[in-house]
């Protein structure tokens, strides 16, 4: 399993690094590329947790037809060991003015089992300015779960920008084996503080999250010896590239 | 002087009497109701459509520097004017 | 006493050919450009750029009307090139664009254009292959008339405006891709939300920006590209290109805007300038305080400083995020005051069309809340009633008013209406009316509809829903007058420009109605062109904003019919050497 995670990085690499020329094609559809890090960061947790996070996505294609993937992760760095590790690689297109719809598979390698799963998502800017990413799962176990990711810039300046956001796990079905129970089995919620630095492309910022698992998924962690709600200090830089 | 006469005549063309190749003499007479007029008619100047001409005759007791010049919108700012000496 | 005449004769002989008294002599010049890579320092930073003869801007190429010019561009590139010569009129092959007049010009090459010179007056070239343009690769043209011009002056100067940008033009339009606002510095921000409130209430801005936020639109989305520095004749604002004068003498300057994106609100305080010439072509002069000059736009204008003092050329970006600055001064070093830009503008929702699909969810009272105090009046009848058509019925009564509240190529409502800073006189299209037509005047045989589309957030630009990769050419027959009819859509303001023929835009003035090479068509309005379509071949018609026309807003014109109708074939190699 392992080796085929490297083997998709490889793709998803190779892919990237074509950078293809953009510019004045005339009759040839422009391609585009480009990835964004919403988070990269370490977290204290009053838990006593070290972690480092990433979540991001990034693409390239055409104004039609786009690879993209998104990948999220935590790094526990007292254990070290992932806590949670996920990649996914879609073909998106869009289906209306704001949003597209994504289609490809997802593949979790955290510290234990590994899930493979199929996954379908919609992406795109809701009204008022929200940013939403969503997905469907199906697991190679059969077992379906989704999230839902929201979120939001307040301009306090032109480059000091607030940046309040929700993640939302649910599941349809338990799959013990990884931790998961049925129902809305965890939230996190963030707010943090960015400023531009460098164009778009690197804003460093400071801010909280409190995630809060629930119901059977916190049972599972309780049992680990865990606490199902944490409040974190965040520090990193937002990337976009 | 030649900043009276451009509103003038600034008035005669946003008034349509006077076009790019053509006069609308017919229209000079309207009343415009404040005083002003376009009738164009004081002594020292001529209107002239494209290819017409026409004489002014001035005759200077004393010696005098004059300018003289188009008043049609622009036309003064673009350099139709020029100067006269009498000594 | 020989040599004297010779010299008199030649200049006889130079005098006859220049004004064809005897027609057998022609004039022929030969002009060498290099395309090179350039430094380019504006003051503010230095870039890595593209230039012609080792300098961005290139040169300014001096033509005079009849003459049989060779140009001969060499490429010192290691990509593609090509030259193309904005708003001249010339045979299609020779018009520089990529896979539509020719193949293009790759490194090492030299195509050796060959045209005649029908025209006069202010023009420009640039490079039409990639991002070629706005990274540097222009310059100047000006062309010498056969008869005298009507109009006088002593001092000639080119005043050539651009927007040079740190980032190259491939990573602005990735970036663009990658966050439509990625260069919008302008947004409204929480304090402006606030200091909204203070002025207009809390449930007005709330519901003022609840519009918007439905919409997904900005109104401070005026200027795609920001943090350019702007240029004039390649010198930033600090390093303030000055043009001589002694007072009282008439200088001519040359305005082009050979931005990628910015259109400039020109002035110089303390001067009126009188507007001889709009795109190359002479208009019935006209004096303003201040004008508006369009991407890929020309005005020639006539000043005449009387003191002995200096004047500073202005030019504020329409979204006033930057400014050009320039001098004109008696001596070298001497400099006025720089003035203070005017307050940004902000995008109405008359600007954002109100007829799209989008806007069904508006009602009136989200309107209320609207900043423009103006808004309250707009009824959607007046909106309907934009057609320039009605101009000609217009009430004598609301003519004093023209020009400087009521433009009519602004939609009514509009936040992007200018007003000239001092308060004067501000050039609108329809103050532009043709010194002598180039065409006789006829009734259009045919009206080609013409929407301008696009997608802000994603930053797709389109020609009625289509981008060019997707688009059939648009077929015109030889022989054709033919009516665009520019519909915009967008809440962006489009300079569209046709390539081989005019456009004679509709200001309602019947035959005295301006030809163009560019139309700049405001948010939410309709604007209309007739072509005479004189030449045969294929022509590139686009939005002459850099990163909308490489995004799709584009289309080629293929002319049928007409003389030598075969030549329409891509020669293989061009006139290659």
Same mark, same amino acid.
């Given at each position: ?57 990034? @693409? ?56 493979? @799963? ?124 | ?87 | ?28 010049? !030969? ?105 540097? +690769? ?81 109104? !401070? ?105 320039? !001098? ?115 009734? +259009? ?47 962006? !303001? ?84």
């Amino acid at each position: 399993m392992r080796l085929k995670l490297k083997t998709l990085y490889k793709a998803t690499l190779a892919l990237l690094a074509l950078s293809p020329a953009t510019g004045y094609a005339g009759d040839t559809a422009n391609v585009y590329y480009g990835i964004k890090l919403e988070e990269l960061e370490y977290r204290i947790s009053d838990t006593g947790d070290d972690l480092f996070v990433w979540d991001g996505n990034g @693409y390239v294609g055409t104004d039609e037809l786009k690879l993209r993937w998104d990948g999220d992760a935590e790094y526990d760095l007292n254990a070290h060991e992932f806590g949670s590790l996920s990649n996914q690689l879609s073909l998106a297109t869009p289906i209306s003015d704001f949003w597209d719809i994504k289609g490809g598979v997802r593949y979790t390698s955290p510290e234990g089992p590994d899930r493979w @799963y199929a996954a379908v998502g919609l992406y795109g800017l809701a009204p008022q300015w929200f940013e939403v990413d969503t997905n469907f799962y199906i697991s190679e176990k059969g077992k379906a779960s989704a999230d839902l990711d929201v979120q939001y810039q307040v301009l306090l300046t032109n480059y000091l920008i607030l940046t309040p956001s929700a993640k939302i796990d649910a599941a349809f079905s338990s799959d013990p084996e990884i931790g998961v129970g049925s129902g809305v089995n965890g939230v996190e919620l963030g707010l943090r503080l960015s400023y531009d630095v460098l164009d778009r492309a690197i804003s460093p910022y400071i801010g909280v999250v409190y995630e809060r698992k629930f119901g059977q998924t916190a049972n599972f962690l309780q049992s680990e010896g865990e606490d199902p709600a944490a409040w974190n200090f965040v520090i990193g830089t937002k990337l976009m590239f | 002087m030649h900043a009276e006469h451009q509103e003038e005549m600034m008035m005669m063309m946003e008034h349509g009497v006077l076009e790019a190749d053509k006069i609308n003499r017919d229209m000079m007479k309207m009343d415009m109701g404040n005083g002003k007029t376009m009738e164009h008619n004081d002594p020292n100047s001529a209107l002239l459509e494209p290819k017409e001409s026409a004489e002014i005759i001035w005759k200077f007791a004393d010696a005098a520097k004059l300018e003289f010049a188009c008043n049609v919108p622009g036309h003064y700012a673009s350099g139709m004017m020029g100067e006269v000496h009498f000594e | 006493m020989k040599k004297s005449f010779m010299r008199t004769l030649q200049v006889g002989i130079l005098l006859a050919a220049g004004t064809l008294i005897i027609p057998t002599l022609s004039v022929a010049g !030969t002009y060498d450009l290099t395309v090179d890579r350039v430094l380019i320092d504006t003051g503010n930073f230095t870039k890595q750029g593209i230039g012609y003869n080792g300098k961005s801007p290139g040169p300014v190429l001096r033509f005079k009307e009849g003459e049989d010019v060779t140009i001969n561009v060499t490429n010192n590139l290691d990509v593609s090139t090509s030259v193309h010569w904005h708003g001249m009129i010339l045979p299609f092959q020779m018009d520089g664009v990529p896979k539509i007049s020719y193949p293009g010009i790759e490194p090492g090459e030299t195509f050796t254009y060959k045209f005649p010179i029908n025209q006069s007056g202010t023009f420009w070239f640039h490079s039409h292959s990639g991002f070629q343009e706005p990274d540097g +690769a222009y310059g100047s043209i000006v062309i010498e008339p056969k008869n005298r011009d009507p109009f006088r002056f002593d001092k000639d100067y080119v005043v050539q405006f651009t927007d040079t940008h740190p980032h190259s033009g491939k990573r602005i339009l990735r970036n663009l891709k990658m966050a439509a606002d990625y260069y919008n510095r302008k947004q409204q921000t929480l304090g402006d939300f606030f200091a909204d409130v203070s002025k207009n209430g809390l449930s007005a801005t709330v519901s003022n920006r609840m519009a918007w936020g439905d919409m997904r639109m900005m109104p !401070t989305d005026i200027e795609d590209v920001q943090g350019f520095t702007p240029l004039i004749n390649g010198k930033g604002p600090v390093q303030n290109w000055t043009g001589l004068f002694t007072p009282k003498e008439r200088i001519r300057l040359r305005f082009i805007n050979s931005s990628a994106m910015t259109y400039f609100d020109v002035r110089i305080p303390g001067l009126k300038m009188t507007v001889v010439a709009a795109d190359g072509n002479n208009v019935q002069p006209v004096t303003v305080d201040e004008l508006r000059l369009g991407v890929a736009e020309t005005y020639d204008v006539i000043v005449r400083p009387m003191d002995d003092k200096a004047y500073t050329i202005f030019g504020a970006s329409m979204g006033r995020t930057a400014y050009a600055r320039a !001098t004109l001064a008696p001596r070298d070093g001497m400099v006025a005051d720089i003035p203070e830009m005017t307050e940004s503008p902000l995008l109405t929702m008359a600007d954002m069309g109100m007829d799209h699909g989008d806007m069904e969810g508006m009602d009136h009272s989200t309107m209320k809340g609207m900043d423009k105090g103006d808004m309250k009046s707009m009824d959607h009848s007046t909106m309907k009633g934009m057609d320039k058509g009605g101009m000609k019925g217009m009430d004598h009564s609301n003519m004093k008013s023209m020009g400087k509240e009521e433009d009519n190529f602004y939609t009514n409502g509009s936040g992007l209406v200018p007003d000239a800073a001092n308060g004067g006189k501000f050039l609108s299209y329809a103050d532009l009316k043709a010194q002598k037509p180039l065409f006789a005047d006829r009734e +259009a045989t045919r009206e080609i509809e013409l929407r301008l589309t696009g997608n802000m957030e994603r930053y797709i630009w389109s020609i009625n829903g289509v981008k060019y990769e997707d688009a059939e050419p648009i077929v015109l027959q030889y022989g054709e007058r033919v009516r665009f009819k520019f519909v915009n859509e967008t809440m962006m !303001t489009h300079p569209m420009h046709l390539h081989g023929m005019w456009s004679i835009l509709d200001v309602g003035a019947g035959k005295w109605n301006p030809a163009k090479h560019t139309i700049s068509v405001a948010p939410g309005t309709t604007v209309y062109s007739e072509t005479e379509v004189d030449v045969p071949g294929q022509w590139a018609f686009h939005c002459h904003l850099s990163y909308h026309m490489d995004a799709g807003m584009f289309r080629k014109v293929v002319v049928e019919g007409g003389p030598k109708t075969a030549s329409i074939d891509l020669p293989e190699k061009g006139a290659m050497q």
